[in-house]
Structure formats: structure tokens, C-alpha cells
């Protein structure tokens, strides 16, 4: 099975995907987290990437496009892959299906995470991410799973991306650029429409409805 999750930034695509991960095996790809991959590095690719996401920009559809391609012809496990944060517009929407060609692959669900602007706010103020395993956590929400957490809590940091004002520019460009994506999915198989604006685990149902496991 092959999914994509889309959504506002806030929407849970992170949790969502890692609920997925934990209880049935997938494999998260985030094009988040392979940036973030790079910016570790220090190279001077990385700082590039750098600059552009802490300002809430998009980064280059021919960047994303070779760093997936890159990844995807080193995995060996080919099935039961979530794409998360990918594509985020409309021509990496066609790019990927040329890549997905390229390796074999059919997409078989979509779901579309929709959720209020204002709870986005809410969500991403309470946000922590493990910068060494890559999990999302909220402070916000009394959490058993971040406290016995196994990296401990030395590696929980809040993005730079994650301040009020990037956010907001965050939200806005997903407006403009990712939800378009809404009609060109509508129209092909496996698309669902999720509300996340319900609480997190009821979401999780939601999702799982539509999998068949
Ligand atoms: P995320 O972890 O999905 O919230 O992504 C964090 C940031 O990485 C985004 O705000 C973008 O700057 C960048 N990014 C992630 N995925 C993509 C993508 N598919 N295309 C362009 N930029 C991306």
C-alpha cells in the first residue's frame, strides 16, 4: 500500500504517519525530515535549505525531486510507504507520478488532512520534535509516549519554523501552492477527506477506516 498524506502544516501528518509506522510496519517518507537530513550535514546545500525553510518558503521542486529519487532507489522495501509533505504542489503532483512509474509504484490512498487555520496555530505553538529520531511530540497534550520517549529529552527542540509568523506565511502558502491538490486527487482513486480538527486518536480511526490492513 502506498499513501499520501497532505494537509496544512499543523494538520498531524508527522503523528499520523508515525501511528502508522508503529502499528502496521510503514515506512514514513517526510521530505521534511530528508532536508532536515541534509541540513545536519552542514554542507552548503544544507545551510540553502536552511535559509529557505526557517523562513517558510518552499524549496526547489527539482531538489525535492532528487532527493527522493535518490532515496527511493536505495530502499529496499518497496511497499507499505507513506509519503509525508510530498508532493506540495501541482507539478511535483505529476513529477511523482513519473517517479512512482520509474520504480513500479501506484499510489493507492490519499488523505487529505483538513483543519481549521486557527487550530493550526494552536497546534504547531505546543510542537517538539526529537532531532535525533525525527518523532513529533506536543507539549501542550499530558504525553506518557514524550516523556518514555527512548532518545530521552535532551533531543526534543522546537523548529525554527514553528514561530507565530512562519506559520502563518507557512499556512498561506499552503493555500496557494498544496491545496490545488485537493481537485487533481479528487478526481483519482483512493482520496480521503479526513477533519483533523478532531482530537488526535479520533483522527487516527478515521484514517485507519480507510486502510485495509
Ligand atoms: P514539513 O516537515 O513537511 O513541515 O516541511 C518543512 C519545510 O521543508 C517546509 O516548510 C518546506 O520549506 C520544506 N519542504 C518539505 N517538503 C517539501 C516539498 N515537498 N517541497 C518543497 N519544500 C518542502
Same mark, same amino acid.
Given at each position: 500500500?502506498?499513501?499520501?498524506i497532505f494537509?496544512?502544516?499543523?494538520?498531524?501528518?508527522g503523528?499520523? %504517519?508515525? /501511528?502508522?509506522v &508503529?502499528?502496521?510496519?510503514?515506512l514514513?517518507?517526510?521530505?521534511?525530515?530528508?532536508l532536515?537530513?541534509?541540513?545536519?550535514?552542514k554542507?552548503e546545500l #544544507?545551510?540553502?535549505?536552511s535559509?529557505?525553510?526557517?523562513? #517558510?518558503?518552499l @524549496?526547489? *521542486?527539482?531538489?525535492?525531486?532528487? $532527493?527522493?529519487? !535518490?532515496?527511493?532507489n &536505495?530502499l529496499?522495501?518497496?511497499?507499505?510507504?507513506?509519503?509525508?509533505?510530498?508532493?506540495r !504542489?501541482?507539478?511535483?503532483?505529476?513529477?511523482?507520478?513519473n517517479?512512482?512509474?520509474?520504480?513500479?509504484l501506484r499510489?493507492?490512498?490519499?488523505f487529505?488532512?483538513?483543519i481549521d +487555520?486557527?487550530?493550526?496555530?494552536? +497546534?504547531i %505553538?505546543? +510542537?517538539?520534535?526529537?532531532?535525533?529520531?525525527?518523532?513529533?511530540f506536543?507539549?501542550?497534550?499530558a504525553?506518557?509516549?514524550?516523556?518514555n520517549?527512548?532518545?530521552g529529552?535532551d533531543?526534543?527542540?522546537k523548529r525554527?519554523? *514553528? *514561530?507565530?509568523?512562519?506559520i $502563518?506565511k507557512? /499556512?498561506d502558502?499552503?493555500?496557494?501552492?498544496?491545496?490545488?491538490? =485537493?481537485?487533481y486527487?479528487? %478526481?483519482k482513486?483512493g482520496f480521503?477527506? =479526513?477533519?483533523g480538527?478532531?482530537?488526535?486518536k479520533q483522527i487516527?480511526?478515521q484514517?485507519?477506516?480507510f486502510i *485495509? @490492513?
Amino acid at each position: 500500500m502506498i499513501i499520501i498524506i497532505f494537509g496544512p502544516p499543523g494538520a498531524g501528518k508527522g503523528t499520523q %504517519s508515525q /501511528f502508522l509506522v &508503529k502499528e502496521f510496519n510503514y515506512l514514513q517518507i517526510s521530505t521534511g525530515d530528508l532536508l532536515r537530513d541534509e541540513i545536519k550535514k552542514k554542507s552548503e546545500l #544544507g545551510g540553502k535549505i536552511s535559509s529557505l525553510i526557517n523562513k #517558510g518558503y518552499l @524549496v526547489s *521542486d527539482e531538489l525535492i525531486y532528487l $532527493l527522493l529519487d !535518490n532515496y527511493l532507489n &536505495k530502499l529496499n522495501k518497496k511497499n507499505k510507504l507513506i509519503f509525508d509533505g510530498y508532493p506540495r !504542489n501541482l507539478k511535483q503532483a505529476n513529477e511523482f507520478s513519473n517517479l512512482l512509474d520509474k520504480y513500479n509504484l501506484r499510489i493507492n490512498k490519499v488523505f487529505f488532512l483538513n483543519i481549521d +487555520r486557527e487550530l493550526v496555530k494552536k +497546534r504547531i %505553538s505546543g +510542537r517538539v520534535v526529537c532531532s535525533k529520531c525525527n518523532r513529533v511530540f506536543n507539549t501542550e497534550i499530558a504525553n506518557l509516549e514524550m516523556i518514555n520517549h527512548t532518545c530521552g529529552k535532551d533531543f526534543l527542540i522546537k523548529r525554527k519554523d *514553528d *514561530d507565530y509568523k512562519t506559520i $502563518l506565511k507557512r /499556512f498561506d502558502l499552503y493555500m496557494e501552492e498544496t491545496a490545488p491538490l =485537493i481537485e487533481y486527487y479528487k %478526481s483519482k482513486e483512493g482520496f480521503c477527506e =479526513i477533519d483533523g480538527n478532531k482530537e488526535i486518536k479520533q483522527i487516527y480511526q478515521q484514517i485507519k477506516g480507510f486502510i *485495509d @490492513v
